[in-house]
């Protein structure tokens, strides 16, 4: 699936990101949240590097989950899916979450 969904990129995106929010999945929101504060500031306010940063820690979390199953047409569906996630776009939404909480305590 491809295109915009539900003020995601793509379903993909969108429906990792409510896992991840609603369900704790990569540690949870209040968890990435905090990682982005931190990774936030040691970036001195980088938000594209601290994204990319959060991002490949919230992706490594998930490979985790799914990364010894073995090989199949569920597990090259399953690849096919994470692939399609924007980890990017989801590990932005908390570092901007991040620097609009330091600038509202600043």
Not at 47 to 71: C, F, L, T, Y
Request: glycine share 8%.
């Amino acid at each position: 699936m491809s295109g915009q969904y539900n003020g995601w990129s793509n379903y993909e995106t969108w429906l990792a990101a409510l896992w991840i929010d609603n369900e704790g999945y990569a540690g949870g929101s209040d968890e990435i949240l905090d990682n982005a504060r931190n990774v936030l500031q040691a970036n001195e306010g980088d938000v594209d590097a601290a994204a990319d940063e959060i991002a490949d820690g919230i992706r490594n979390e998930i490979d985790e989950m799914w990364i010894s199953q073995p090989a199949g047409l569920a597990t090259d569906l399953l690849r096919s899916a994470v692939e399609a996630v924007n980890w990017h776009e989801i590990a932005r939404k908390y570092v901007e979450e991040a620097r609009e909480e330091s600038k509202a305590e600043a």
